[in-house]
């Protein structure tokens, strides 16, 4: 018991010293723009030659020029200049990253205004969320549309990349699902459009998978096209089944073309939607037959059991989970 506390109090220790010699070396300025980098190393070694200067008692060492008072007032003069510059510029990178901070924090705030944190009830199904970005704002997206005539739109989508620029196309793609999709009904046409608007007004290197499911909540129906994503998995009575990719990634090619494909959601069963940063969170190879055995398994609550996967030593990514379960029993369905 004694040796175990002792390990544990040298692993501290060791945790410590290293952090010390990693804050000891490591370059604040790397993160400044070039010129405010080079004024202030400028700075920086401005005021180390000032402490060599008094070290050696000389300007121009070996030579002992000047002595006296002269040296003196010149190494004070030395190391204020280098400290001004090195104090502006370090001033000036905080008040920098403070406005970072504070624009991270709203932009934080508008996104989970814009994701929802409880969708509208979709009668006769349970609906169930979970989200968790990697950093303050993600790239993935979910939503649930009312479509009328007793249809709901279920998509999902996962932006390349992390952090704002991911969130924002997020956000982008929020927007068009949303004005679309009241616009027009038809699944083809609302992932038409939105490919070739992600392809005009986004960068080469930015893309989305995406897919997009229309229930008719009173036959169970799903109607559903993936553009690229992860197969949604529909699985109950001890079963588990994929709704496979249909085409290629929105964003990519405008004159890309998608088909749709259809299932149907049993009485009893449920609709899984997820991003791959559950899958990436799991530990161990296969981690999507994992996850399919462990559906077809599962008992009591499966949005439980599914963030329960989830590893925070292999977490490197957004997750998002969408969970749809059809009632067992019938119940009454209005449009």
């Not at 990693?22 to 401005?46: E, K």
């Not at 490919?195 to 229309?214: G, I, M």
């Not at 990634?249 to 069963?269: K, V």
């Amino acid at each position: 018991m004694q040796f175990r506390a002792f390990n544990g109090s040298l692993d501290r220790s060791s945790r410590l010293v290293r952090l010390a010699l990693h804050y000891a070396f490591y370059d604040w300025t790397r993160g400044m723009a070039p010129s405010r980098r080079f004024i202030t190393w400028t700075g920086i070694l401005i005021q180390g030659y000032a402490v060599f200067a008094l070290w050696t008692r000389s300007l121009v060492w070996p030579l002992m020029w000047p002595k006296g008072l002269p040296l003196y007032v010149t190494v004070a003069l030395f190391y204020g200049v280098g400290a001004a510059l090195m104090n502006g510029m370090l001033t000036s990178e905080f008040f920098r990253k403070i406005q970072l901070e504070a624009d991270q924090i709203a932009s934080r705030q508008i996104q989970q205004t814009l994701t929802p944190a409880k969708v509208d009830e979709v009668p006769g199904y349970k609906v169930e969320t979970f989200y968790r970005p990697l950093r303050d704002v993600g790239g993935d997206y979910f939503d649930v549309v009312d479509l009328g005539s007793k249809r709901t739109l279920f998509t999902i989508a996962d932006v390349s990349g992390k952090g704002m620029p991911a969130a924002l196309l997020a956000a982008n793609i929020q927007a068009l699902v949303r004005s679309i999709a009241g616009a027009s009904t038809d699944l083809l046409d609302l992932v038409g459009q939105m490919n070739k608007h992600l392809c005009r007004y986004t960068p080469l290197d930015r893309f989305a998978t995406a897919v997009f499911v229309v229930l008719n909540r009173e036959t169970g129906g799903l109607t559903y096209v993936n553009a690229g994503h992860n197969a949604p998995i529909v699985y109950g009575s001890g079963s588990a089944r994929s709704l496979e990719v249909t085409g290629m990634p929105l964003g990519l090619f405008s004159e890309a073309t998608y088909t749709f494909a259809t299932a149907l959601l049993s009485r009893g069963d449920a609709l899984l939607f997820f991003t791959d940063g559950l899958t990436d969170s799991i530990s161990g190879d296969n981690a999507e037959d994992r996850l399919r055995h462990a559906l077809a398994d599962a008992s009591g609550s499966s949005m439980q059991m599914l963030t329960s996967l989830v590893d925070p030593q292999f977490n490197e990514d957004d997750v998002t989970i969408l969970l749809v379960k059809r009632d067992a029993e019938d119940s009454m369905v209005s449009g």
